[in-house]
């Protein structure tokens, strides 16, 4: 789960805390406490920046620094400084990551309050089991990233397309119908963006979404502890498939045309898979631009990924009580609420009414499908599953660039059992 990367930004919230459990010295001042919170979400500072003018109403004294950076950067940063405790007071954490740590011990459990707030209504199983480790709450549910489908309304009506895909057949049917090209048979917009490069891990985790909904994993769980690769299999042979036609046979995309949620704000294409967060980045950057959200389509299996952050507190924090009533705080539903809203990250606490966001944008409904038979799974939560993500991704960019893989079942077969 990510979006596009953006500078260190570094902002200085100044708080005044009332009531907390420090002793002032002799001479009556109150000592200042220095709070730092570091993410890998640079979009979600001014969320942060409310709660923190929102907590000084209440209470003296404490100076919160947010120090964010793009999530790769930000995960580099984690890994230098958690050992030798020099890391944040307050760390967003995405569940796949969290678990090495957790195992090392470089973060503590969460306080018996604070682990009981986790266990409440407040949260659903799955929210709950991310921040967790074994019986052990260790952070707090804050955010997730989860992934539905854009489609641009106005080239739908010009398709004569009425409603959005059902299934995984319909998004390739659609997509001829979307797509545009030039007299030189150039696309020149795509009818859908495929996620056909890029760095780090996120190629095979939007692989991965396409291939769910066939019966397939990137990983499954052969025996206790034990994993094998999961897409070796009709359902990884069907998904390969579907890029390579899209490129080199359907030419419904291209390696030459821009991709993302900036190929979708500029309508460059008609579809896109992707998390919320696209929805504040339009309110942005094309407030005009008329389109929808619609939940993952079905094959075998009907759902969509989650990826969890959650919020924890470091080992070396100074004033772990006034960490822990900070993160509480952020969990307001005002704050919940300006995250949706604002931001565009689909906030955890399930007993928060949305309603009001929906009101503004009903876009996010499509990411928040209430039907029992709608699955909302997550990768696996080992020590080593981004370095599986990443090697996998690397083989799979150079696969969507291989035109001999094209109408070749026999090497997308052999390919994907190498990589396996």
């Known amino acids: 789960m990510g979006r596009p990367g953006a500078p260190w930004t570094i902002v200085a919230l100044i708080v005044i805390l009332i ?30 920046q409310r709660a923190a003018d929102a907590y000084q109403q209440a209470h003296p004294n404490v100076k919160v620094t947010v120090l964010t950076t793009d999530l790769r950067d930000y995960e580099r940063k984690l890994a230098a400084s958690l050992p030798s ?13 969290v678990e090495r740590y957790l195992e090392a011990g470089l973060i503590p459990k969460a306080p018996t309050d604070m682990a009981q707030f986790v266990r409440s209504r407040s949260f659903n199983k799955s929210a709950q089991d991310a921040a967790s480790l074994a019986n052990d709450v260790y952070g707090v549910p804050w955010f997730a990233g989860v992934g539905a489908f854009y489609y641009n309304t106005e080239m739908f009506k010009e398709a004569g397309l009425s409603a959005p895909p059902k299934t ?18 150039r696309v020149v917009r795509s009818g859908i963006s495929l996620r056909l490069f890029g760095a780090g891990s996120g190629v095979a985790e939007k692989f991965a979404i396409l291939m769910w909904p066939r019966g397939g994993d990137l990983l499954t769980q052969s025996a206790p502890g034990k994993y094998r690769a999961g897409y070796d299999n009709d359902a990884g042979r069907a998904t390969m498939k579907m890029h390579l036609d899209a490129v080199f046979v359907d030419k419904v995309d291209s390696l030459d045309i821009k991709h993302d949620a900036e190929a979708f704000e500029l309508g460059q294409t008609a579809m896109l898979e992707r998390e919320s967060w696209v929805i504040g980045d339009i309110q942005k950057n094309a407030p005009t631009l008329k389109y929808l959200t619609t939940p993952i389509p079905r094959d075998k299996r009907w759902g969509t990924i989650i990826g969890v952050v959650s919020l924890y507190v470091s080992r070396s924090a100074a004033n772990p009580e006034v960490a822990w009533d900070f993160v509480k705080f952020l969990t307001q539903p005002q704050f919940e609420r300006q995250l949706l809203g604002d931001v565009g990250w689909i906030p955890l606490r399930q007993d928060v009414n949305l309603d009001p966001v929906f009101a503004t944008s009903p876009q996010y409904r499509g990411f928040l499908v209430k039907d029992k038979a709608y699955v909302y799974w997550s990768m696996p939560s080992i020590k080593d599953f981004d370095e599986i993500e990443t090697k996998l991704a690397s083989r799979l960019v150079a696969a969507y660039r ?14 994907l059992h190498a990589a396996a």
Request: proline share 7%.
């Open 19 to 48: 009531g907390v459990a420090l002793s002032a010295p002799t001479g009556g001042a109150v000592p200042v406490v220095n709070l730092s919170i570091w993410g890998g979400y640079p979009e979600i500072a001014p969320v942060y």
């Open 85 to 97: 405790d020099t890391a944040g007071n307050i760390l967003e954490v995405e569940a796949s990551t």
């Open 168 to 185: 995984m057949d319909e998004v390739m049917a659609f997509a001829k119908k979307l797509a545009k090209t030039d007299a030189q048979g």
């Open 402 to 415: 291989d035109r001999t893989l094209a109408g070749n079942p026999a090497a997308i077969a052999n390919m």
